[in-house]
């Protein structure tokens, strides 16, 4: 019988204030347990709350030694309501993490090649958003964050004091909370 591999940390750089909810994100993608991944604040993010994407410096890396680093917002400004990581409930920061953990997992299947292209189709393809965005959702509830997803969704769909061209967008680029249902009910 073999070990349940164990989380490195030596390997993760994580702001204390959302070491708790990364750590339970992380735990659940054992694939990236040796994966040096960077959490870091920025001061504004366009159009997006977080973002996954591999370190420059390990771009041209084989893809087994790359490095990624997810750049969280510190302020969220949807429209006129403006929340800090410290008003998101942690539930759905562990959502928001574990789907940009799935964009980790998606990006270590492609080439060098394959992300520079990948990169270039998101910038300009909203069908390529669409599948990217999906893709990490799914990489998530297969990974046994189902519940945390559709906390995070309906953060989201449910907060009134968040416009409905916002809620739009969610719900035309990434998975419905009836979809991430059906998803975990596959699963289990």
Not at 12 to 20: A, L, T, V
Not at 52 to 79: E, G, N, V
Not at 122 to 130: D, E
Request: glycine letters at 4%; aromatic letters at 10%.
């Amino acid at each position: 019988m073999s070990e349940k591999p164990h989380l490195n940390l030596e390997n993760k750089i994580i702001p204390e204030s959302i070491r708790k909810e990364a750590i339970k994100a992380l735990l659940h993608f054992p694939e990236l347990y040796e994966t040096k991944i960077i959490f870091r604040f920025k001061n504004n993010i366009k159009k997006s709350t977080m973002q996954a994407q591999p370190t420059w410096a390990s771009f041209l890396k084989s893809r087994k030694h790359r490095a990624y680093i997810i750049l969280i917002s510190r302020r969220i400004q949807i429209d006129k309501e403006e929340f800090t990581i410290s008003d998101i409930p942690g539930d759905v920061l562990i959502g928001w993490i574990g789907h940009e953990l799935g964009h980790v997992m998606d990006y270590r299947a492609r080439s060098n090649f394959g992300m520079l292209i990948f990169g270039i189709k998101y910038l300009f393809s909203t069908t390529h958003i669409k599948e990217v965005e999906r893709a990490a959702d799914t990489y998530a509830i297969a990974h046994g964050m189902g519940a945390y997803i559709l906390e995070t969704k309906n953060f989201i769909l449910d907060h009134a004091d968040i416009s409905e061209q916002y809620k739009d967008r969610i719900r035309s680029f990434y998975i419905s909370p009836e979809e991430v249902m059906q998803l975990i009910n596959e699963d289990n």
